[in-house]
C-alpha cells in the first residue's frame, strides 16, 4: 500500500502564504494522480487541487490563481503551495494518493492524516 504523510500546515495571516509537502511511500506506480482535499467545520469535503503523472491539473474555483500543485517525481513528494491566504482557506488539509485520475477526484485511493491550515489575523 501507499503511505501518506502531510507537512506544512500552521497559523498564518491573511494575505500570507504556506507550502504544504505530501511525502508518499510504500508501493508506488510510476503512473498516478495525487491531489490535495481540505476539509472545514461545517463545510462539505472539497478537492482542493489534483494532479496526475501525465501533467494533467485541476482546481477548485475558489483557489484557482492562488494555489499552485506539483510534485518531485524522484522524491515521491507532492507540494500545495497557498498564496493570498484567507480565512476562508482555513481547514484540514489532506493529501490524496490514486492509481487512477478517477479514483482521486471521487475521494479514493489512499489518505494522509491531515495537516491543520488556520487563517486568521
Known amino acids: 500500500q501507499v503511505q501518506l504523510v502531510e507537512s506544512g500546515g500552521g497559523l498564518v495571516q491573511p494575505g500570507g502564504s504556506l507550502r504544504l509537502s505530501c511525502a508518499a511511500s510504500?508501493?508506488?506506480?510510476?503512473?498516478?494522480?495525487m491531489g490535495w482535499y481540505r476539509q472545514a467545520p461545517g463545510k462539505q469535503r472539497e478537492l482542493v487541487a489534483v494532479l496526475s503523472s501525465g501533467g494533467s491539473i485541476k482546481y477548485a474555483d475558489s483557489v484557482k490563481g492562488r494555489f499552485t500543485i506539483s510534485r518531485d517525481t524522484p522524491k515521491n513528494t507532492m507540494y500545495l503551495q497557498m498564496n493570498s491566504l484567507k480565512p476562508e482557506d482555513t481547514a484540514v488539509y489532506y493529501c490524496v494518493y490514486g492509481s487512477l485520475y478517477l479514483e482521486v477526484i471521487r475521494g479514493r485511493g489512499s489518505w494522509g492524516q491531515g495537516t491543520q491550515v488556520t487563517v486568521s489575523s
Open positions: 510504500g508501493n508506488i506506480f510510476s503512473v498516478n494522480t
